[in-house]
C-alpha cells in the first residue's frame, strides 16, 4: 500500500502536496479542539477554585449559592415563572377539579376532593403547599390534619431537620409544628452536594426502598443519577405506620401491578370512600416508575436530557434549572435527537396524548357512576358480603385510573403502558357497575338517577362538603398563621428572601 502511495506521488507530485495540506488541516482543527477542551476545563477550574462564597454543609438557603453558580441559579429561579402552557396543563395555575368535577366523586372522603390543583414550578411548592386546602388550617402544636411527611418532597429544609432532630424526630410532628422551619422551596441542596455539588440523594425514603430491593444506590452512575435525583419525589409513596413514615412500595417490584400486591398484602388503604365505603388506594406522582417503562428511559435517557437541557454560555456548558416540559424549548430538547421539525414533534406528543385522554374520560365517567350506584345499593340494604366483589374492583380500577393521571407526563413517558393500565380500569370500572347491578336488583332496585355533578361545586356538595366555610378559614388562617412562621423563620437566619 505504501509503495503504491510513494509511486503515485512520484508520478504525480501534486498528490504529495494534497496529502500534505490535508495533513495540516486536520493537525489544525485538532489543535483548535484540544484549545476549546483546555479553555474550558481551564474556565471550569477556575469557577471550582474560586468560589465567592462558602457554603455551610446542606444548606437549604438557594439563594446562598448564586454567587458560585450564577448560571443555574438564576434559571432555577425561572421556576417561577408562568408563562407557558400546552394542550394538557404547563406551568400555570389549573384547578383540576374545576376542570374535571367527576375527580370531585372519586376522591370522596379523601382530602383531595377538596382541593387539587395542577403543579406549577418547584419554587412554588411550599407556598402551594401551605394554600392547598387539604393541609388545613393548624395554629397550635400538634394540631392537625397532616402528619410532617406532607412537607417531605416540599423543601430541602427537610433533609437539614431529619439530619438536626434525627428522622424518628421528623416523623414526630405535625405538619403545622415546622411551619416556622420548612420555608425554603425546592432548590441547590434538594439535588447536590453543597460542598463538591455532586449529585446526592437526600431523602433517606429512596435509599430505603433501594434496600428493600437488594440494590445499593451508591453504585448508581453519573447517569442514573440525574434521574435518581428527581425520584426522592416524583415517585409511588405512602405513609407508613403511626408516624406516617414515607415509604416506597417497591419490595415486589414498581408496576402497577406488584405496587398493588405489595399494597393488598400489608393490608394497606389510603382512605374508606365515604359513598361506595370501598378501601381506596390514592396514587401520588409515580413518574419515575412510568418513565423507567417507556423508550426514553430504555435508551439511556435521564430526566435531566429532556426537563433540563444543556446550555452553553462562553466556555461554560451548563444544565437548564428551569426544570419544564420540553415543549417549552423544543429545539433544545427534543430536536437533540429527533430530525423532524418543531409543528410534527409536537403534533405526535398531542396525538399521544389525545388518546390516552379519550380513555380517561370514559374511566372518570364510569368510575364515578359505579362509586354513585354503590352508595345506592347500601343506602337499600346491601351486605358486606353482597358488596364485597364490587368494592374490590372499585379499589383495583380506582387505582389503576389514579396512578395513570397522577403520573405528570406518563402518558408521553410510556404511552403503551399507561394505555394499557387505563383500559384495565375502564374493564373494572364496567365489571363493577355489573357487580353492583346485580346487587342493587336483589334489592328491587332497578335504577339509580345519577346526582348533577355537571361542576366542582356541585359534585362537592352532593358528597357533603361545605367549601365555602372551608376556603373562608383558610384564607384568614393565610393572613394570620403564615406571616408569624415568615416572621420566626426570618429572625432565626432561616430564610433568605421569598417571592
Same mark, same amino acid.
Given at each position: !500500500?505504501?509503495?503504491?502511495?510513494?509511486?503515485?506521488?512520484?508520478?504525480?507530485?501534486?498528490?504529495?502536496?494534497?496529502?500534505?495540506?490535508?495533513?495540516?488541516?486536520?493537525?489544525?482543527?485538532?489543535?483548535?479542539?484540544?484549545?476549546?477542551?483546555?479553555?474550558?476545563?481551564?474556565?471550569?477550574?477556575?469557577?471550582?477554585?474560586?468560589?465567592?462564597?462558602?457554603?455551610?454543609?446542606?444548606?437549604?438557603?438557594?439563594?446562598?449559592?448564586?454567587?458560585?453558580?450564577?448560571?443555574?441559579?438564576?434559571?432555577?429561579?425561572?421556576?417561577?415563572?408562568?408563562?407557558?402552557?400546552?394542550?394538557?396543563?404547563?406551568?400555570?395555575?389549573?384547578?383540576?377539579?374545576?376542570?374535571?368535577?367527576?375527580?370531585?366523586?372519586?376522591?370522596?372522603?379523601?382530602?383531595?376532593?377538596?382541593?387539587?390543583?395542577?403543579?406549577?414550578?418547584?419554587?412554588?411548592?411550599?407556598?402551594?403547599?401551605?394554600?392547598?386546602?387539604?393541609?388545613?388550617?393548624?395554629?397550635?402544636?400538634?394540631?392537625?390534619?397532616?402528619?410532617?411527611?406532607?412537607?417531605?418532597?416540599?423543601?430541602?429544609?427537610?433533609?437539614?431537620?431529619?439530619?438536626?432532630?434525627?428522622?424518628?424526630?421528623?416523623?414526630?410532628?405535625?405538619?403545622?409544628?415546622?411551619?416556622?422551619?420548612?420555608?425554603?422551596?425546592?432548590?441547590?441542596?434538594?439535588?447536590?452536594?453543597?460542598?463538591?455539588?455532586?449529585?446526592?440523594?437526600?431523602?433517606?425514603?429512596?435509599?430505603?426502598?433501594?434496600?428493600?430491593?437488594?440494590?445499593?444506590?451508591?453504585?448508581?452512575?453519573?447517569?442514573?443519577?440525574?434521574?435518581?435525583?428527581?425520584?426522592?419525589?416524583?415517585?409511588?409513596?405512602?405513609?407508613?405506620?403511626?408516624?406516617?413514615?414515607?415509604?416506597?412500595?417497591?419490595?415486589?417490584?414498581?408496576?402497577?401491578?406488584?405496587?398493588?400486591?405489595?399494597?393488598?398484602?400489608?393490608?394497606?388503604?389510603?382512605?374508606?370512600?365515604?359513598?361506595?365505603?370501598?378501601? !381506596?388506594?390514592?396514587?401520588?406522582?409515580?413518574?419515575?416508575?412510568?418513565?423507567?417503562?417507556?423508550?426514553?428511559?430504555?435508551?439511556?435517557?435521564?430526566?435531566?436530557?429532556?426537563?433540563?437541557?444543556?446550555?452553553?454560555?462562553?466556555?461554560?456548558?451548563?444544565?437548564?434549572?428551569?426544570?419544564?416540559?420540553?415543549?417549552?424549548?423544543?429545539?433544545?430538547?427534543?430536536?437533540?435527537?429527533?430530525?423532524?421539525?418543531?409543528?410534527?414533534?409536537?403534533?405526535?406528543?398531542?396525538?399521544?396524548?389525545?388518546?390516552?385522554?379519550?380513555?380517561?374520560?370514559?374511566?372518570?365517567?364510569?368510575?364515578?357512576?359505579?362509586?354513585?350506584?354503590?352508595?345506592?345499593?347500601?343506602?337499600?340494604?346491601?351486605?358486606?358480603?353482597?358488596?364485597?366483589?364490587?368494592?374490590?374492583?372499585?379499589?383495583?380500577?380506582?387505582?389503576?385510573?389514579?396512578?395513570?393521571?397522577?403520573?405528570?407526563?406518563?402518558?408521553?413517558?410510556?404511552?403503551?403502558?399507561?394505555?394499557?393500565?387505563?383500559?384495565?380500569?375502564?374493564?373494572?370500572?364496567?365489571?363493577?357497575?355489573?357487580?353492583?347491578?346485580?346487587?342493587?336488583?336483589?334489592?328491587?332496585?332497578?335504577?339509580?338517577?345519577?346526582?348533577?355533578?355537571?361542576?366542582?361545586?356541585?359534585?362537592?356538595?352532593?358528597?357533603?362538603?361545605?367549601?365555602?366555610?372551608?376556603?373562608?378559614?383558610?384564607?384568614?388562617?393565610?393572613?394570620?398563621?403564615?406571616?408569624?412562621?415568615?416572621?420566626?423563620?426570618?429572625?432565626?437566619?432561616?430564610?433568605?428572601?421569598?417571592?
Amino acid at each position: !500500500m505504501l509503495k503504491k502511495l510513494a509511486e503515485a506521488i512520484r508520478k504525480k507530485p501534486m498528490i504529495g502536496w494534497m496529502i500534505f495540506l490535508a495533513s495540516m488541516v486536520v493537525v489544525f482543527l485538532l489543535g483548535l479542539l484540544a484549545a476549546s477542551i483546555t479553555e474550558r476545563r481551564a474556565e471550569i477550574a477556575t469557577i471550582v477554585a474560586n468560589r465567592i462564597d462558602n457554603i455551610e454543609p446542606m444548606d437549604p438557603r438557594s439563594e446562598n449559592y448564586k454567587n458560585n453558580f450564577r448560571r443555574e441559579y438564576d434559571t432555577w429561579k425561572k421556576t417561577q415563572d408562568m408563562d407557558f402552557r400546552s394542550k394538557y396543563l404547563g406551568n400555570q395555575v389549573e384547578d383540576v377539579l374545576e376542570s374535571r368535577p367527576e375527580m370531585v366523586v372519586l376522591w370522596a372522603g379523601y382530602a383531595f376532593s377538596k382541593d387539587y390543583k395542577a403543579p406549577r414550578g418547584h419554587m412554588h411548592a411550599i407556598v402551594d403547599n401551605r394554600n392547598s386546602l387539604r393541609t388545613g388550617t393548624p395554629e397550635a402544636e400538634g394540631d392537625g390534619p397532616q402528619p410532617a411527611a406532607c412537607w417531605v418532597c416540599k423543601s430541602p429544609d427537610v433533609p437539614r431537620i431529619m439530619h438536626e432532630q434525627g428522622i424518628e424526630g421528623f416523623y414526630s410532628h405535625k405538619w403545622g409544628d415546622l411551619g416556622a422551619e420548612i420555608v425554603n422551596p425546592i432548590g441547590c441542596a434538594t439535588c447536590h452536594d453543597s460542598e463538591t455539588m455532586n449529585l446526592k440523594v437526600s431523602q433517606p425514603a429512596l435509599i430505603e426502598a433501594f434496600q428493600a430491593m437488594g440494590k445499593n444506590i451508591e453504585d448508581a452512575t453519573p447517569q442514573e443519577m440525574r434521574t435518581l435525583v428527581c425520584a426522592q419525589c416524583h415517585v409511588e409513596y405512602y405513609f407508613n405506620g403511626d408516624q406516617k413514615v414515607v415509604t416506597f412500595p417497591w419490595k415486589e417490584g414498581m408496576t402497577v401491578e406488584d405496587m398493588e400486591k405489595y399494597y393488598d398484602e400489608i393490608g394497606f388503604t389510603d382512605w374508606t370512600h365515604s359513598l361506595s365505603k370501598a378501601p !381506596m388506594l390514592k396514587a401520588q406522582h409515580p413518574d419515575y416508575e412510568v418513565f423507567l417503562l417507556g423508550t426514553h428511559a430504555q435508551r439511556g435517557l435521564s430526566c435531566a436530557d429532556c426537563h433540563m437541557p444543556y446550555k452553553s454560555e462562553g466556555g461554560i456548558k451548563y444544565s437548564d434549572h428551569q426544570i419544564v416540559s420540553p415543549l417549552k424549548n423544543v429545539a433544545n430538547t427534543c430536536q437533540v435527537c429527533h430530525r423532524d421539525s418543531e409543528e410534527n414533534l409536537i403534533k405526535y406528543v398531542y396525538d399521544i396524548q389525545d388518546k390516552s385522554n379519550e380513555i380517561r374520560n370514559r374511566i372518570e365517567t364510569e368510575l364515578s357512576k359505579a362509586h354513585i350506584m354503590a352508595k345506592a345499593a347500601w343506602d337499600n340494604g346491601a351486605t358486606d358480603k353482597e358488596m364485597e366483589k364490587t368494592l374490590q374492583l372499585l379499589r383495583q380500577a380506582q387505582w389503576r385510573w389514579d396512578f395513570s393521571v397522577a403520573t405528570h407526563g406518563g402518558s408521553f413517558h410510556a404511552p403503551i403502558e399507561i394505555q394499557r393500565i387505563m383500559a384495565h380500569s375502564l374493564d373494572r370500572s364496567l365489571q363493577a357497575q355489573i357487580e353492583v347491578q346485580k346487587v342493587l336488583f336483589a334489592h328491587g332496585v332497578t335504577d339509580v338517577p345519577m346526582p348533577d355533578i355537571s361542576t366542582k361545586s356541585k359534585a362537592q356538595k352532593y358528597i357533603g362538603l361545605d367549601i365555602e366555610a372551608e376556603q373562608a378559614k383558610k384564607d384568614k388562617w393565610i393572613e394570620t398563621v403564615v406571616p408569624k412562621w415568615l416572621e420566626e423563620a426570618k429572625a432565626k437566619g432561616k430564610l433568605v428572601a421569598e417571592k
